[in-house]
């Protein structure tokens, strides 16, 4: 062994560490963390912890191209009784009683060409979490362009149609 391994063998943990630091802690969470919404919701809140269904507010996903985001009269079912004199439960009385729909950034983009849609995958018995990862998990859902790549590896994987330029593309 030479005399000066030590202190480059030091350097290189020391580099190591500062790139794995900047990572987990910057670059990890910026990855992960979407849009800024009008109102704060959280799936974790509400599917979470409150176990309300996936499907109760977004009704249409396995009937029609358009899931549906909830309106806000459905949020104020709830939150009339519910912490209604939460600030942010004003604003959504605000949304209501001037009916402007609420201006939720839409997080899943796929490119315009590509034909998607929710029924045959959920008439498949596909879980959302399959594609959409531990929503009810999350306080903010992370931005996510989807790219040909994961939809080809599942229908590879399920045996689904590979016929891709038939089946997806317009
Ligand atoms: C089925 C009932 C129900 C519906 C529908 C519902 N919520 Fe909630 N919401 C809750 C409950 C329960 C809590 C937890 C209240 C508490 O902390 O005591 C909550 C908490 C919240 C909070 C508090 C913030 C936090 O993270 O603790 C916000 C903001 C909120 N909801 C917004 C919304 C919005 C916006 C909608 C419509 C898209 C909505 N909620 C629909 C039941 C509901
Ligand atoms: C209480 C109502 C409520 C429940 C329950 C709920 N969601 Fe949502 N969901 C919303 C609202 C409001 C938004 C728009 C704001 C946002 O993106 O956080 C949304 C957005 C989403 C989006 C992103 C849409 C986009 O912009 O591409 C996905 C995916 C989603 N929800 C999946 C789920 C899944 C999966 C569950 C069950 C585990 C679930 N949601 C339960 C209200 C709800
Ligand atoms: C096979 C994969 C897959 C499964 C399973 C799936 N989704 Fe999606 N979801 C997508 C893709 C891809 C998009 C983006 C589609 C687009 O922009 O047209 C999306 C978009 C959405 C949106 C936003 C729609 C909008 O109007 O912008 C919601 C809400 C949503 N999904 C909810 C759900 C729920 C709830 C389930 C389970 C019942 C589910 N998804 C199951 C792939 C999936
Ligand atoms: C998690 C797995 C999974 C992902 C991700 C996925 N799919 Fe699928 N897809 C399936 C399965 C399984 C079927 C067959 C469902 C059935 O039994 O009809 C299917 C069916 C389809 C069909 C109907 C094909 C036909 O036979 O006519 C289309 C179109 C489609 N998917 C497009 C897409 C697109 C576009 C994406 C990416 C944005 C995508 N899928 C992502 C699993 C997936």
């Known amino acids: 062994m030479r005399k000066n391994t030590g202190p480059i063998i030091l350097t290189l943990i020391t580099l190591i560490f500062t790139g794995a630091f900047i990572y987990f802690f910057f670059v990890a ?3 992960q963390i979407g849009p800024e919404q009008p109102i704060p919701f959280s799936h974790n809140v509400h599917s979470g912890v409150k176990q309300i269904q996936c499907q109760y507010c977004h009704p249409y996903v396995a009937y029609s191209n358009f899931p549906g985001l909830p309106p806000v009269a459905k949020c104020l079912h709830c939150h009339n009784y ?3 004199k939460h600030p942010w439960i004003q604003v959504e009385h605000r949304y209501f009683n ?3 729909s609420t201006p939720w950034v839409k997080v899943n983009y796929v490119a ?3 034909l998607f849609n929710h029924q045959r995958h959920i008439n498949g018995k596909i879980a959302c979490r399959e594609c959409h990862g531990p929503v009810e998990n999350l306080h903010r859902l992370p931005s ?3 790219r040909m790549g994961e939809c080809i590896e599942c229908h590879r994987a399920k045996k689904a149609n ?3 330029w038939l089946a997806c593309h317009s």
């Open 98 to 100: 001037t009916q402007t």
């Open 82 to 84: 519910i912490i209604a």
């Open 144 to 146: 996510k362009n989807w």
């Open 112 to 114: 315009e060409h590509v």
């Open 162 to 164: 590979l016929d891709c």
């Open 29 to 31: 969470p910026a990855m």
